[in-house]
């Protein structure tokens, strides 16, 4: 039962993790990946704020 | 990414729109935010004082980490939806009215408060923007039910009629 807790865990984390680094990237981050044209508008201070609780897993968001 | 982009665009952020948000959804790490804060400080962004004093939990040098600057972050693109906020604050400079105009663009109508509370600035401030917007004729309100809700008023600018672009070219 608890076996896929982890997984799932980890999966949701690395979504987020992209999610995060496509934001950057489509407001002028540097980034290597090109930005995907998503048409979904940008919270810059959210996206600082939300930055630093996951860039200690990410470094590159860093 | 974070730190770089900051480094180039960091004129582009609301440091008290930042607190806004932090304080009563703690969402971010205080420890990083406050090293951050002191970095922009050093990069003569000093309205990031306010967050350096404010977050409590400075990290030891253990935790300190190094944010990257690369120097190749571009200024957001302006033709995009995901930069058009950038557009807004660069057009009515760094107040709430960019997020509440973004707002009423982006929604069918909404009440002050909820207008308020969705782009974390004071249901004041936001009340009196919006009242200033309805005597300009820019939004407008209407009551339903026990609530006054504003709209943008966008039907009377139809950008797509010829005569009603020239009307704005001129």
């Given at each position: 039962m608890k076996t896929w807790q982890p997984k799932l865990s980890e999966s949701w984390r690395e979504i987020?993790?992209?999610?995060i680094w496509a934001q950057w990237v489509s407001i002028g981050g540097s980034g290597a990946a090109k930005p995907r044209p998503n048409q979904e508008p940008v919270d810059p201070e959210a996206l600082v704020l939300v930055t630093t609780s996951l860039g200690m897993e990410e470094p590159r968001l860093a | 990414m974070c730190f770089d982009w900051l480094s180039k665009n960091g004129k582009l952020i609301s440091v008290q729109r930042l607190k806004n948000i932090q304080r009563p959804t703690h969402l971010g790490d205080e420890g990083w935010l406050r090293e951050l804060a002191e970095l922009m400080i050093e990069r003569k962004f000093v309205s990031w004082k306010s967050i350096a004093n404010s977050v409590s939990d400075p990290l030891t040098v253990k935790e300190s980490r190094q944010f990257s600057v690369r120097s190749m972050s571009q200024k957001?693109?302006?033709i995009s939806a995901e930069s058009f906020i950038f557009k807004l604050r660069n057009f009515f400079g760094m107040t709430a009215r960019a997020e509440v105009f973004h707002w009423l663009?982006?929604?069918e109508s909404g009440h002050a408060?909820?207008?308020a509370r969705d782009t974390f600035w004071l249901p004041k401030t936001v009340q009196n923007i919006l009242n200033?917007?309805?005597n300009a004729g820019i939004c407008r309100y209407f009551?339903?039910?026990a609530e006054t809700l504003f709209q943008a008023n966008v039907q009377d600018i139809d950008l797509e009629d010829e005569a009603e672009k020239r009307r704005f070219v001129k």
């Open positions: 987020v993790i992209q999610k | 957001p693109l302006s663009l982006t929604h408060s909820a207008i200033e917007w309805e009551i339903c039910g």
